[in-house]
């Protein structure tokens, strides 16, 4: 007979899953931590641990955040915020607004990102939480980025940078260095981005930070990439992959692996190109990344319209945007619409894809992007 557990039994036990699914979360292991956090969560409500049950809602929060389930990451953030608030919990109740803020930021809603943003670093000032500021700034930069807004995004980058370096957090600024040599890759500025992200990767190598070298190293395979000089950009993938295998970073590892498909794809290695594509494919699904996901179903897609083989094709595409468009992703999903397009069987299928890339763009304010298709199409897509 099995006797049932006292409150401080329960509560101890409670704390053992939690620090087990910490150490998950710490080292990306995702399917440990989600599940450790869902058998601690209904202990720590049965003996009214508020702390606890926060935590817990939380990070299963940041688990499919991670995982790319912004609907259930969103549901749990929500969940914790009024639990963070009886607390007054200010950095936590910042950081589940944060969260909020980069899910907003990943479907490009940039004005419901903005807002997030500026209370959680709001939240952050009230509880004087420099680091916490410090990624609000860097967020806001990001918008401003996505905006194309760069001198704004520039100063956000710069703020958040003074804010790393006076708490210490080398990450933090080599960060915020690497993003400053993002604003540069956008101006073309290859040789200024070069040096920033060589400034920040070195700063990533004396904090020890093997996952913030190897995405300089990637940033610095797609400067290369840009470039068309394909051989520097292999050269900077492959030295950044057994970076991303040392540290578990399945995702750095499908980024290298994609990246070095379209290199191939590049040069006419189809074979190569397919093999990286359906290896990098097997790594996102993996993480339930819908993104990575889509990028390389659409990839595969392009593929097959090479090869003449347009049914394979609109098959690739359809996986494509059904993925992109359960995240959303706008950008994409009128990319992949225009791709359809151009393979429609018939003049109906071409207009309705054509429509439908055009309410994608025209819904993020892509006048550009509009301009093009419709340059390309006529004005069908009005």
Request: aromatic fraction near 6%; proline fraction near 2%; charged fraction near 30%.
């Amino acid at each position: 007979m099995i006797l049932p557990m006292e409150p401080t039994e329960i509560l101890v036990e409670a704390r053992r899953l939690g620090r087990l699914a910490d150490s998950a979360l710490a080292s990306r292991d995702h399917e440990t931590a989600c599940r450790c956090y869902q058998e601690a969560l209904p202990l720590f409500q049965q003996v009214g641990e508020i702390q606890g049950e926060a935590n817990c809602l939380l990070r299963l929060g940041i688990v499919a955040q991670a995982r790319s389930d912004y609907g259930t990451a969103r549901r749990l953030y929500e969940m914790a915020l009024p639990l963070y608030r009886q607390l007054k919990d200010l950095t936590e109740e910042g950081r589940c607004v944060r969260n909020l803020g980069e899910m907003a930021l990943a479907r490009s809603d940039y004005g419901t990102a903005h807002g997030h943003f500026k209370e959680a670093l709001r939240l952050c000032g009230m509880g004087e939480d420099a680091v916490g500021k410090a990624h609000c700034m860097l967020g806001l930069g990001r918008i401003a980025l996505g905006r194309s807004e760069d001198e704004a995004a520039a100063a956000h980058f710069e703020g958040a940078r003074a804010l790393y370096r006076q708490a210490g957090n080398l990450s933090g600024e080599a960060d915020c260095i690497s993003r400053l040599a993002g604003c540069m890759f956008r101006r073309s500025d290859y040789a200024g981005a070069r040096e920033r992200y060589e400034e920040a990767q070195r700063l990533f190598r004396q904090r020890g930070n093997l996952q913030g070298e190897a995405h300089c190293l990637l940033d610095l395979g797609h400067i290369a990439l840009a470039a068309s000089d394909y051989a520097e950009a292999r050269q900077r993938y492959e030295e950044a992959l057994p970076l991303y295998r040392e540290t578990s970073d399945l995702l750095g590892q499908a980024g290298c692996i994609s990246n070095l498909g379209r290199i191939a794809l590049k040069e006419s290695d189809e074979e190569t190109a397919i093999r990286c594509c359906e290896e990098a494919l097997t790594l996102y699904r993996q993480l339930g990344n819908l993104v990575g996901g889509a990028d390389c179903a659409r990839t595969l897609g392009e593929i097959a319209v090479r090869r003449s083989d347009l049914s394979s094709a609109r098959q690739r595409f359809a996986q494509a945007l059904s993925l992109y468009e359960r995240v959303p992703k706008p950008l994409f999903i009128g990319i992949t619409h225009r791709l359809m397009a151009r393979i429609a069987r018939n003049e109906t299928e071409k207009r309705e894809h054509v429509r439908a890339a055009h309410r994608a763009w025209a819904g993020v304010q892509r006048a550009d992007l509009v301009q093009l298709l419709e340059q390309e199409f006529g004005r069908s897509g009005r």
